[in-house]
């Protein structure tokens, strides 16, 4: 069965970081828009990133500066923008003289030119010149800047070997990646989107000045109107551009795989670690969940479909090998608790090799030769740091389009439970703690990191924890499962388990089918009252 849509201004395939970016930042310019998600929000890239907001230290190798800048002064508008799951983070980069890489960077092969002995080397002097443009780029505001720390005295040195004597300290931001993606959504929807996930794109075509698109969902087939169509299709970019839109390009995208191991906490720090590895390479381990090491990531060209992706045992036993190389205590698959991998799409620039391929984005715009038809806009590559300056990027290039438009707005705009200070956290914390005693000192400060000032709105009234209904374990409540679901749009125990939380790697067997079957029949409820509310919004 299809239904007549009304047109909308914007049409956006993807309900990734850019996509809900893009939507967000279109109806807060007064745009009417749509977004089709044929999965969850934050499903593929979005949600399996090593979640840091950062500049990329080590893009400054391949002289990336414009790309590095524009992420480093992103840093901090979003911290102010999301200081309940976003938060500085300080990162120890241990070194040893005599460790060599196989290095084949631009800065290395200049090296080696230049002095004799240095190819393979990453002297320290070189490391601290890009720490001090690392400082410097991005006119650092909020953050700290970098120090040398005596590994033989400092708390960071006891988890390494002792042969690394010094390191230096700099700053970066943490970031939860997949909640980044379902507030940008949630903040679309209240400024008039229509967000819809389950929902796959199935045609899109031109029609004069506008283009007719037909989505497919669990209750039947649609058809939408829009002005312009935004293909933010992440890794399936490349087969929403031949298959869906049945267009032409030269434009093409490199997959590279991203795998993450999680082990059980290593350290005893709040501190981050950046390891140079001997190929080359770099990977990060990272405290994660109070009780868990994050360590990642793998670079490696990507194959198959980007829905299979998953940590290979040889990257997993390479992740091992590369934290091994530094740590006191070899880390083993016995340490690994969870595993996860996602599949970057890269502008491909023809770089030799996953590691030196751009990070960069490219905005491709189609306005069918300038003939009057409708634009398409397409999404190529990006970082996560980056994603709201592409919006702003994206909205640009089809301002002249949308005349009426208004302009650029997002900069430090606080996402749903963002308007706090950003060294607010523990004085929001001890506030929620002390309105709902009930609350362990855990749940309180995860419902904070997760919600924000939200989070006294998600409890309400209630004076206990039976208040919020049935209790699945790991302080996940019936109140917060409903939360999820009629709020930012979670349909499954998986988008609440894996992407609106970490709560899987806490959760038993039963408690995880319990939610599961719970779930699963709230949502029977719920996506049908959606799927008719969206419906009759766009007809």
Not at 195 to 215: F, M, Q, S
Not at 362 to 387: N, Q, R, W
Not at 433 to 455: D, I, K, N, Q
Request: charged share 25%; net charge neutral.
């Amino acid at each position: 069965m299809t239904a007549k849509a009304e047109t909308a201004d914007l049409f956006v395939i993807g309900g990734g970081i850019n996509g809900c970016g893009i939507a967000r930042d279109a109806a807060g310019r007064g745009l009417s828009v749509v977004l089709a998600e044929k999965g969850d929000l934050a499903q593929a890239t979005s949600s399996a990133s090593t979640k840091l907001f950062h500049g990329g230290l080590r893009y400054l190798e391949y002289f990336e500066f414009r790309l590095v800048r524009e992420a480093l002064e992103e840093r901090e508008t979003l911290l102010a923008a999301m200081p309940h799951i976003s938060w500085p983070m300080r990162f120890v980069l241990p070194y040893s003289p005599d460790m060599r890489f196989e290095s084949d960077t631009p800065t290395a092969r200049l090296l080696g030119r230049v002095i004799p002995g240095m190819r393979g080397r990453r002297p320290a002097w070189l490391i601290r010149l890009g720490l001090f443009l690392y400082d410097t780029l991005g006119g650092r505001k909020l953050l700290p800047p970098t120090r040398t720390l005596d590994l033989a005295t400092d708390p960071a040195g006891r988890a390494l070997k002792p042969e690394f004597r010094r390191a230096w300290e700099y700053s970066d931001c943490w970031v939860e990646d997949s909640r980044l993606v379902a507030l940008n959504a949630r903040d679309a929807a209240a400024r008039g989107a229509c967000i819809l996930v389950g929902t796959r794109v199935v045609a899109a075509r031109r029609d004069g000045e506008l283009w007719r698109v037909t989505t497919k969902d669990a209750l039947g087939r649609a058809e939408h109107r829009a002005r312009a169509l935004v293909n933010a299709g992440g890794p399936w970019v490349g087969e929403v551009l031949h298959d869906i839109v049945h267009t032409d390009t030269r434009a093409g995208v490199r997959l590279v795989r991203g795998s993450h191991i999680v082990t059980r906490r290593l350290y005893d720090h709040d501190r981050c670690y950046f390891f140079q590895g001997s190929d080359g390479r770099i990977i990060f381990a990272i405290p994660y969940e109070q009780d868990f090491t994050l360590i990642g990531t793998t670079d490696v060209d990507h194959c198959g479909r980007p829905e299979d992706a998953a940590c290979s045992d040889a990257e997993r036993d390479y992740l091992l090998a590369f934290a091994s190389r530094y740590f006191a205590t070899p880390v083993t698959v016995a340490d690994v608790v969870w595993t996860y991998a996602g599949v970057r799409p890269l502008y491909d620039d023809g770089a030799t090799s996953a590691t030196a391929a751009t990070r960069d984005y490219v905005l491709g715009l189609d306005d069918a030769g300038g003939s009057g038809g409708a634009p398409l806009l397409t999404v190529f590559g990006g970082k996560i740091t980056t994603y709201r300056r592409l919006a702003e990027g994206a909205l640009g290039r089809l301002a002249p389009f949308f005349p009426a438009a208004g302009g650029a707005w997002t900069a430090r705009a606080p996402l749903p439970g963002g308007d706090f200070p950003v060294d607010g956290v523990a004085a929001l914390t001890a506030s929620l703690a002390a309105r709902y005693p009930f609350l362990s000192r855990y749940w309180a400060g995860r419902l904070v990191r997760a919600y924000g000032t939200e989070a006294a709105e998600l409890l309400g009234d209630a004076t206990s924890a039976a208040d919020l209904g049935r209790d699945f374990g790991a302080t996940l409540t019936e109140a917060e499962v409903r939360w999820l679901v009629e709020r930012e749009f979670a349909r499954s125990a998986d988008d609440i388990l894996w992407r609106r939380s970490k709560l899987g790697l806490r959760l038993s067997p039963e408690g995880t089918e319990a939610l599961r079957a719970f779930v699963d029949g709230l949502c029977g409820e719920v996506g049908q009252t959606v799927g008719d509310e969206a419906r009759a919004s766009w007809r």
